[in-house]
């Protein structure tokens, strides 16, 4: 991955492959000089890769509410394999106390929208050192709901590619996306997904309404790619120092990586749609075109929310007639 770089936290490195660096550095001393060179720089590079990789990490686990056990109780231990799986060499552990782990991992709930995961640094938490906090419930409209399963898998992953000093990503396929730790981004996207064609007549002309939506879905995305550009450098040109304003340009950011996201997933729908014309699958063409096209409405709402927050960040940072110092 392009974001990637090597864990920089505690740990317990293993040391099963020293042995082979070793060999492979003997048999760099004595080829024949025309491929000497080569052979020392790919024992460098094997080496180097052993050693950031091969990372043991012992975690810590707050006791999860019976209530969600049921429903959550592997969230983790899919996380954690996840990791371990596209990571040669990391391994996790789990301790039964704080002091024996280098990481915390906590459950929570929340009573506002915002963020669905925390990372907090040793300096940050009763703990002394790095934990996660991940929201498995939440109050709506006075009552505690919780979050999908599916989510909750992501947003685990996400947070403990944090754990793992791994930033952000600007792909927005990949886990460690930013608009993973906020859920109602997340549930827009994959209900958008989830919509099938609601009538299922054989005597529907498929073919006229995924024409009708290619060219629909081809109008928005066109119409849309530099509006979010011009969103990102909306954002980018905007330095307040009043904390409120600060506040209000974050959820801005928020709202920008939704939209960002939403585009990526109309475009990459209208290709697939595209594909099964090709192969005269109409009435599959016309879900993909129809969800590309619900997928550019989630962009135009994320705009209009963009545009809010930037003018109530303004507003608060120099008054509603621009004369606030």
Request: proline letters at 4%; hydrophobic letters at 30%; charged letters at 25%.
């Amino acid at each position: 991955m392009n974001y990637w770089t090597s864990p920089a936290l505690s740990s317990t490195s293993t040391t099963k492959d020293d042995s082979v660096c070793k060999s492979y550095l003997f048999l760099s001393q004595h080829p024949p000089n025309s491929v000497k060179v080569l052979l020392i720089l790919a024992v460098f590079v094997f080496c180097t890769l052993t050693a950031a990789y091969a990372q043991t990490y012992d975690l810590y686990v707050q006791k999860m509410p019976v209530v969600w056990k049921d429903q959550y109780s592997t969230v983790l231990s899919d996380a954690t394999r996840y990791w371990e799986e596209k990571t040669p060499g990391l391994k996790f552990n789990y301790v039964t106390y704080p002091d024996q782990s280098d990481f915390v991992v906590e459950w929570g709930s929340k009573t506002d929208d915002g963020k669905f995961g925390a990372y907090a640094t040793g300096a940050q938490n009763y703990y002394n050192k790095p934990a996660i906090s991940i929201t498995l419930g939440f109050f709506k409209d006075r009552k505690l709901a919780t979050v999908s399963p599916e989510y909750a898998l992501d947003i685990t992953k996400h947070m403990i590619g944090h754990l793992l000093s791994l930033p952000h990503s600007t792909d927005t396929n990949d886990v460690m996306y930013p608009s993973v730790e906020y859920y109602d981004s997340w549930l827009q996207s994959h209900e958008v997904q989830k919509v099938k064609p609601s009538n299922n007549s054989s005597k529907t002309d498929w073919q006229s309404r995924s024409q009708k939506y290619q060219a629909k879905a081809s109008d928005k995305i066109i119409q849309l790619e530099p509006q979010v550009d011009s969103a990102n450098s909306l954002l980018l040109s905007a330095p307040y120092t009043n904390k409120a304003a600060q506040a209000e340009i974050q959820k801005g950011w928020t709202a920008y990586w939704a939209a960002k996201k939403s585009l990526d997933d109309a475009q990459k729908t209208q290709t697939d749609g595209g594909a099964l014309v090709l192969e005269s699958k109409y009435k599959e063409s016309y879900s993909k075109f129809k969800k590309s096209y619900e997928f550019t409405k989630i962009v135009e709402k994320k705009l209009a929310d963009i545009k809010k927050y930037n003018k109530k960040a303004y507003e608060l940072q120099y008054g509603k007639n621009g004369t606030k110092s």
